[in-house]
């Protein structure tokens, strides 16, 4: 392993600058264009055995993993990221490639966006940690807080893929060195989705520029998350069986052959969304958001239910109560 210094140089040489940048890393501070005068700030942090395993990613996959992880939480406030910066904690006796083929896995996702690799910092430590922090900017902010009564409840991306990848591999359905369509098949898909979330990162400013009056991300669990709007808004959450058995139909060629490696019997479509929770495994970092009842929706937003005067912070399944079940790193 070469010192801090040279690996930060190497680093240097395959992280994007980003448009918006005015002074990029190797200062103590990094300097980014904000010409709205206000800026999007969010931070998430990717821990070794928490939220990957070094034998079930690639080095790249867990970049890109935990650029995808910020990224979305800036569009889920309406905006586009100018720049990330990332801390990380690398084992002693690491390996310098593999560390620098997480960070070209991280910045070309990060490259994709305009935004740019500004900074960060390097220590050592037990567990592998990347710990990112993302700036943005927006033209309209979207909160967690405005949804009312009568608007629609819309997703963009997928939900309930994630958690089928990561069951298999727990599972030990699938070998975690095997990689694309014509190795895996129907697992190809919940598995690349588990390693990197496919997130139409444009919807978030879409949904804005539409009206959209809440947003968020799916980390942890379409019901809790969905929980979390209706907290901040005052209201209550409707999901609609019949919409949600729509996607769950359109994931049945791949769905039917990874259900029967996850131990949950024979279910029908319906008892598949009550019983095994499938949009509440998490980590689909789909974006929910709310909108007027009046508008169009944008694509790629899918209307799934509706937002009501019920009980504040309830989500409901038709009229039964939808469980608000999720990831919560501290209840484990
Ligand atoms: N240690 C902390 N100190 C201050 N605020 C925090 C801390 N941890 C979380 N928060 C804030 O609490 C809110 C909810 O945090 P949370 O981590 O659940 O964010 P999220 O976007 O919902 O989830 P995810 O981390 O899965 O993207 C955020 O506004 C976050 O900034
Ligand atoms: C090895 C391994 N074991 C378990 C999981 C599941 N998992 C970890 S964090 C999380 C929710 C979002 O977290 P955060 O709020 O930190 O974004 C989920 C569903 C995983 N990804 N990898
Ligand atoms: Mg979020």
Redesign the pocket.
Known sequence: MSSEAQLIARMREVLPEGVRTMLGSGDDCALVAAPEGSFLVTT?ALVE?????RD?FTPGEIGARAAV?NLVDIAACGGSASGLVVAMVIPPGSDEDWILEVVSGFGSEVAKTGAGVIGGDITSGRDFTLAVTAFGYCDRLVTRAQAKPGDVIAYAGDIGVS?VG?ALLQNHVVNPALRGAEALGFYHYPLSFYRVPKVPLQAGPIAANAGATAMIDV??GLGIDLSRIAKASKVSMRLSRSLLKNIVDEHQPWLDVALKHLDVGQLNTCELVEKIGLFN???DHALLATFPSDINVPPPFRIIGDVTGGEVGTVMLDDEPYPAGG?D?LQR
């Open positions: 998430d055995g928490q939220h990957f395993r079930w992880q958690g990561l980390s942890d495994r998490g980590e990831w790193h």
